[in-house]
């Protein structure tokens, strides 16, 4: 195993807790102001390493570039993550992980329509593999209140993982080159800022009930720490990695562990249901999302 295996699927693993973590901490912090909080707390402990190690905070690079990494950051951390939240509060961890096999076919068909990577048979099949995973799988469980929340959590998911593809894929020369610290730290400072004026314009009398409650909430910092420097901020740095280390698809396998990974959490932390159907459903989504990797 080199050192990009270990990150890829160091990312898998550390994402799964913190997922678990967030269902938890998301019965009483909304979407929004969670997303907020373990952004805000994730640059500010990105920015620390950056001192401790004796990084530079500002690195020259063109305007374009800039321009990138700013709408990368709205979309796959202001807008994705929030999203993803939304979607865990309707599903449930193990339906959300069933939901995450959207992963790989969203890496693939986003590098398609931005890089013009072909699509060979295997990707189109793999990606009909966990279409149909999803839809198997898709069934009404204790975790899930009502038939709607189940349709829209894995639109809400599936849509997500399309969304930070585009992110994470439209700055890949940039997190090539330069360092993955340095990008993390712009991309959550942005994503922060972007919440910040959107919450300022909706919500210009109501920050605290909406934006900021997770600060306000200290009595479940001893449950959104651990989450955010789990997630945000650690996952987020091996994922990168994995990417910089691996070929895309290589990375994309072990990423995908996270489904095995976030189930079984699921169960023996949450004690969420496993019926057949959702294991069928996973066996399917799986066995796609690596046909898409593998090719």
Same mark, same amino acid.
């Not at 693939?108 to 099949?125: C, D, P, S, T, Y």
């Not at 910040?196 to 200290?218: C, D, E, H, N, Q």
């Not at 994995?242 to 489904?259: D, H, M, P, V």
């Given at each position: 195993?080199?050192v990009?295996?270990?990150?890829?699927?160091? %990312?898998?693993?550390?994402?799964?807790f913190?997922?678990?973590?967030?269902?938890?901490?998301?019965?009483?912090?909304?979407? &929004?102001?969670?997303?907020?909080?373990?952004? +805000?707390?994730?640059?500010? $402990?990105?920015?620390?390493? !950056?001192?401790?190690?004796?990084?530079?905070?500002?690195?020259?690079?063109?305007? *374009?570039? @800039?321009?990138?990494?700013?709408? +990368?950051?709205?979309?796959?951390?202001?807008?994705?993550?929030?999203?993803?939240?939304?979607?865990l509060?309707r /599903?449930?961890?193990?339906?959300?992980?069933?939901?995450?096999?959207a @992963?790989?076919?969203?890496?693939?068909?986003?590098?398609?329509?931005? *890089?013009?990577?072909? !699509?060979?048979?295997?990707?189109l099949i793999?990606?009909?593999?966990?279409?149909?995973?999803? *839809?198997?799988?898709?069934? #009404?469980?204790?975790?899930?209140?009502?038939?709607?929340?189940?349709?829209?959590?894995? !639109?809400?998911?599936?849509?997500?993982?399309?969304? #930070?593809?585009?992110?994470?894929?439209m700055?890949?020369?940039? @997190?090539?080159?330069? +360092?993955?610290?340095?990008?993390s730290?712009?991309?959550?400072?942005?994503?922060?800022?972007?919440? /910040?004026?959107?919450?300022?314009?909706?919500?210009?009398?109501?920050?605290? %009930?909406?934006l $900021?409650?997770? *600060?306000?909430?200290?009595?479940?910092?001893?449950?959104? !720490?651990?989450?955010?420097?789990?997630?945000?901020?650690?996952a987020?740095?091996?994922?990168?990695?994995?990417?910089?280390?691996?070929?895309?698809?290589?990375?994309? &396998?072990?990423?995908?562990?996270?489904?095995?990974?976030?189930?079984? /959490?699921? @169960?023996?932390?949450?004690?969420?249901? $496993?019926?057949?159907?959702?294991?069928?459903?996973?066996?399917?989504?799986?066995?796609g999302? /690596?046909?898409?990797?593998?090719h």
């Amino acid at each position: 195993m080199n050192v990009g295996d270990f990150y890829a699927i160091g %990312s898998a693993l550390l994402w799964s807790f913190a997922l678990i973590l967030m269902r938890i901490v998301g019965y009483q912090i909304p979407p &929004i102001p969670l997303t907020f909080f373990k952004n +805000s707390v994730a640059c500010l $402990l990105v920015v620390i390493v !950056l001192l401790v190690l004796g990084e530079p905070l500002f690195v020259q690079l063109p305007l *374009f570039d @800039y321009v990138r990494l700013v709408v +990368s950051a709205i979309l796959g951390i202001a807008v994705a993550d929030t999203m993803i939240a939304a979607a865990l509060n309707r /599903l449930g961890a193990s339906m959300q992980a069933l939901a995450d096999c959207a @992963y790989a076919p969203s890496i693939a068909l986003v590098g398609f329509v931005m *890089f013009g990577e072909r !699509l060979n048979a295997w990707e189109l099949i793999g990606g009909a593999l966990v279409l149909s995973g999803v *839809f198997v799988g898709a069934t #009404m469980s204790a975790e899930i209140k009502k038939p709607r929340d189940l349709w829209v959590g894995i !639109l809400l998911a599936a849509t997500a993982h399309v969304i #930070m593809a585009v992110g994470i894929l439209m700055v890949r020369d940039i @997190y090539r080159e330069v +360092s993955i610290l340095w990008v993390s730290s712009f991309r959550f400072l942005v994503a922060v800022l972007a919440m /910040l004026v959107y919450a300022l314009i909706k919500y210009p009398t109501r920050m605290r %009930s909406t934006l $900021l409650l997770g *600060f306000y909430r200290v009595d479940l910092w001893w449950k959104m !720490l651990p989450m955010t420097v789990l997630g945000p901020f650690l996952a987020t740095l091996f994922w990168i990695a994995g990417f910089k280390y691996l070929e895309a698809g290589r990375a994309a &396998i072990y990423n995908q562990l996270s489904t095995v990974f976030i189930i079984i /959490l699921a @169960y023996l932390v949450l004690g969420e249901e $496993l019926s057949k159907r959702k294991l069928a459903g996973v066996f399917l989504a799986l066995v796609g999302a /690596l046909l898409v990797a593998t090719h």
